[in-house]
């Protein structure tokens, strides 16, 4: 025979059901157990299921222990003394039969020996909560099959793993879902069709059991559910347990210890989340607010963390000194440990409740730009930098990191330099400008900024409101510059995660002008791995790992810059302000590759919203690049209108030379090269100043490349190519560029050398350039007389941008050579089964669309003329009269 079964309702608690089955194999054996555990445990439950193998009932009201037959007890903390000793006497009997229940609180010394008495043979059966698997198991037992995943975390999570919590909140919620839903309970349920209702009527239940305790139980339960520490100094002065000798510890250990027992806190803490908000539902809002506006300011005396106080009282209207106390407080700390949440909310309600607005004017503002408000960050840090004779030195400074920072987002970046130079007199890290100073061409200055010992000249005044004589002013107000000591006085700057990350950058961005760029890419890498973990990276000008992608997009390393951008969202690297810099340029890094639509969904990813400058710039140039690549020129003419406005808002800088040169080449190619003429001059001068470094010139002079080729200028189409040339060396990007450029200044000429053409073209394709090599091959295909090199290279296009297509059929010696352009459309035809070919299939479905042969013939890599044979090729053999009739044909064909 099986076992029986002591009943599905211990269903999740393994000890208890042991305990029955013991008992019900043999039920005349002697045995005595000690079942504890707090209110809800499971208690009653297990000692009903022991009295049923018994055969007999529970007695809560036991007369004097000497009853004669198996005897189970249910709460016996309850029970008078002499009870108790004689449940000791009879636990000790020889063959007795006895089960005890009781919670773990009050201790007295006469429950204590029955415990002693009881487990003499047999350890305690501690009842306590449930893991998944039980509430599984119990919400299994109640919706007769397996519970879907989510119910079970989220009654889990809710109850605590408290038995009896988690069987009423799974019987309300069976109730309120109703029969005809109760399948969105069960596994397998489809995603999303579940919808947990509150359960009100438990919330309700719990709030009036909470009255039924002793008040002061009640005042703990409240304080720990609105934040307070089970600490004895918070608990103390708070709970107002203060006694003759100025001590309330042990009376604080009595009342956690009755909460636990009576299941109002959990055995590792506070309140079950579901009893927490049953406590506070029945507390009513003024005594909660009370009770925080007292822990904030006891915490805040004793150094302590206030945060969670200043949560609550946030939206209350608190006002006064001390609350204004708190939510600085509470703002400072949210700033120094960081995390997502905003600590300006904090800042404002204490300037609402009364604290000065300008001595936090630039916390407010570090907090702003964390947060991703750059516009409050901004006009905060105006504030601070417009009012220097009554701020504090660190204030000035702070505020002119923050402005110089969200200056960098809004494309200002000569203006950031300008505020890294003013800041250094006072002793500002160095390091954190040399990102704007090589931006903008200053060199020498960047140099200096790493070397600090270099002298350097100054501007003459500083950025922001002069002839400040007080603090900040008499500090600020001295010529900036870099060179020269820091200011004495004050500690060497510690080696925080910051400061190295800072170091690292400024190094990186340095080496990328004057040095090796793999060494750069390497410095860059570092730093970004080094701000994973800190907020601080939304107080720099750019992240490093944008600045470390835009370095490998230049050396050929894609992979390396898609990493480290996939790296930087994941991590959210910069915050809020710096997740759309990171999201285009990973759509850049798949344009580049010839991946349009994760180019696509990059830019998408990023929404229709305002864009900062910089954003906007590297936004529009990737429509305007995607529009272009696609042919479309009906797309392309209104993004251009956007285009022309994000060139005008940004000046040149360093970091924005590749979308740039994308801008250029559209501006050509629509005939508007004037709108980008300024800013193409102001990049040469730019790099002109670096020294014209291979790195950040070539990805230049290849744009300016195209836009000649475009305009026919052959002159100026070999001056960039020979610069390409000149810049090749120790880079493979530049290299591959440089191989390619002649290449296409011969196409000019319809001069074509395929064998070479087609290793220039996959050179391209092998630093990332995919679509650049295959338009290379595909314009050199549709200039070449020859059918076979023709076949070739269209074959080398279609593959590096990832089209399918049949090789053309060779010509023999017997075929005599047709005109150019029918023979390129003979070649495509394919004697497949039906009136059209693929290729004319694929020239069909274009002309639908309304594009015409010039746009048809870029999108297949064939001329214009070409298309114009298949056009006619398809109009003989459908036998159309007129251009509305082959239209009518098509459509039925293609679909």
Sequence with gaps: ?????????????????????????????????????????????????VAAAWSTSVTDSVRDGHEEGPLVVDDAHELP???LDALCERAARPGARLVVARRPWPRGPRLAALGAALSTHR???????LDPTGVAARAARLLGGPAAEPLVEHVHTRTAGQPALVDRMLAEIVERIGPQHRSRLVRGAPPGSLRVPVPTGLLDQLGHRLWALDARVRELAVAVALGA??????LVPLLGLLDSAG??????DELVEEARAAAVLTPTGGPAPLVATAILRATPEARRLEIRRTLAEIELDRGGSVLTAARGMLGTGATGTRSAEVFTAAGDELARTGGDEDAGPFYAAAVAAGA????LAARRAEAAIRAGRLDDALAEADQVLSSLDRVDVDDALRAGTVAAAVLAHRGMLARSAELYRWMAGAGAPTALAVPALVGTGALEEARAALHTTAPMPAPPSPPVPGGAPASAGAVLGAPPGFGGSAPTGGPARPPTLLAGAEELTAQGVFDSVTGSPTRALSQLARAAALLESSTRAALLPDTPAALAALVAVQTGELEVARSLLDRAVAVRLGGPAAAARHRLLLGWIALNRGAFGSAR???????????????????????????????????????WGRAREAIVRHPVDLFVLQPLGELAIAATRLREPSWVRPHLDEAEALLDRLGSPPLWAAPLHWARLHTAILAEDREEAAAHAAALQGSACGSRFAEAMAVAAPHWVALLDSRVDAVAVEAAARGLHAVGLSWDGGKLAGQAAIRTDDRRAMSTLLTCARALQGQQGQPAPARTSSTPDPAPEAARAAAEEDPADGPLSDREREVAALVLEGLTYKQIGEKLFISAKTVEHHVARMRQRLGSTSRGELFAQLKRIVG
């Design 1 to 49: 025979m099986s076992e029986p079964d002591p009943g599905e309702a211990l269903a999740g608690s393994p000890a208890a059901r042991r305990l029955v089955r013991a008992i019900a194999a043999d039920p005349g054996a002697g045995l005595v157990c000690d079942v504890v555990g707090p209110a809800g445990a499971g208690k009653s439950t297990t000692l009903r299921a």
């Design 81 to 83: 003394a002499p009870v």
């Design 123 to 129: 350890p305690p059966l501690v009842l306590g909560t």
């Design 229 to 234: 520490p089970l600490d004895a100094e918070v």
């Design 247 to 252: 001590g309330g510890i042990d009376e604080v």
């Design 356 to 359: 000065p607005a300008l001595p």
């Design 601 to 639: 969904t990059h830019l998408d990813a990023v929404g229709t919203g305002p864009l900062e400058p910089r954003d906007e710039l590297l936004a529009s140039a990737l429509e305007v690049a995607l529009a272009r690549r696609a042919g479309d020129l009906a797309t392309l003419m209104p993004l």
